[in-house]
């Protein structure tokens, strides 16, 4: 009888092994998951645009955020037009015709959250992230986003209201602390770029990272 048991054990081994190869597999893959890319959206497409410079310091300010990783989006790398698609918007990427919509539905689409990254124009935030924004409405819906604004007037804080009842509409996950960087014209060089955005922005540094922080708990409350 124990050899018969023997046996049995030995054959039932490796299905065993394989068991839990296979749920070590499962758990991995679990891990991977767990690694939500949050797209940083610079709103304005100025040549002389000093976003890409605020977007790069945000980034330093939360790359180290757990199981979140972040890729800056461009929108003037994209080529956007003024919407002349001849479906709406929600009614489905399948009725896409241009090539320029379907890119950037498949970018915005591979994306779990946001961050809309705005300047302020005329206190208002730019026609350029509008246009952008409303090209697409499922790839947008539910997810969720935070807003952080700069401008030389209380850091742009206008123009994140209105972005904010816009995205409202796609019924985003919106964090409840939008930072707001306020310029002065002490922090720009001759060329209008900024000279020292760690020293500059310090002050906001916190207020950055707590939503940012509240970004990714929506994340992990969404998924």
Same mark, same amino acid.
């Given at each position: 009888?124990?050899?018969?048991?023997?046996?049995?054990?030995?054959?039932?081994?490796?299905?065993?092994?394989?068991?839990?190869?296979?749920?070590?597999?499962?758990?991995?893959?679990?891990?991977?998951?767990?690694?939500?890319?949050?797209?940083?959206?610079?709103?304005?497409?100025?040549?002389?645009?000093? %976003?890409?410079?605020? @977007?790069?310091?945000? #980034?330093? !300010? =939360?790359? /180290?955020?757990?199981?979140? +990783?972040?890729?800056?989006?461009?929108?003037?790398?994209?080529?956007?037009?003024?919407?002349?698609?001849?479906?709406?918007?929600?009614?489905?990427?399948?009725?896409?015709?241009?090539?320029?919509?379907?890119?950037?539905?498949?970018?915005?689409?591979?994306?779990?959250?946001?961050?809309?990254?705005?300047?302020?124009?005329?206190?208002?935030?730019?026609?350029?992230?509008?246009?952008?924004?409303?090209?697409?409405?499922?790839?947008?819906?539910?997810?969720?986003?935070?807003?952080?604004?700069?401008?030389?007037?209380? %850091?742009?804080?206008? @123009?994140?209201?209105? #972005?904010? !009842? =816009?995205? /409202?509409?796609?019924?985003? +996950?919106?964090?409840?602390?939008?930072?707001?960087?306020?310029?002065?014209?002490?922090?720009?060089?001759?060329?209008?770029?900024?000279?020292?955005?760690?020293?500059?922005?310090?002050?906001?540094?916190?207020?950055?990272?707590?939503?940012?922080?509240?970004?990714?708990?929506?994340?992990?409350?969404?998924?």
């Amino acid at each position: 009888m124990r050899f018969i048991f023997g046996i049995l054990f030995i054959m039932l081994s490796p299905l065993s092994v394989k068991g839990q190869v296979a749920d070590h597999k499962s758990i991995e893959y679990k891990k991977e998951k767990l690694a939500y890319k949050v797209g940083i959206i610079i709103g304005s497409t100025r040549p002389n645009k000093i %976003g890409r410079q605020v @977007a790069e310091w945000i #980034l330093t !300010q =939360v790359q /180290e955020t757990p199981n979140v +990783k972040f890729n800056l989006v461009e929108i003037e790398d994209w080529k956007l037009p003024l919407f002349n698609e001849a479906s709406l918007p929600i009614e489905g990427p399948k009725l896409y015709t241009h090539e320029h919509t379907k890119r950037w539905s498949q970018e915005i689409a591979s994306y779990d959250g946001y961050i809309f990254l705005t300047p302020q124009y005329n206190c208002g935030y730019p026609a350029s992230l509008k246009n952008a924004i409303d090209y697409l409405y499922i790839e947008w819906k539910s997810k969720p986003a935070a807003i952080i604004s700069y401008g030389f007037q209380e %850091g742009g804080e206008k @123009a994140a209201t209105q #972005l904010r !009842q =816009v995205l /409202e509409c796609f019924k985003m +996950k919106l964090t409840s602390i939008m930072p707001a960087l306020t310029l002065s014209s002490s922090m720009l060089n001759e060329r209008k770029k900024l000279k020292n955005t760690a020293a500059d922005f310090k002050p906001y540094q916190e207020n950055v990272k707590s939503a940012v922080t509240e970004l990714a708990e929506n994340l992990r409350l969404e998924h």
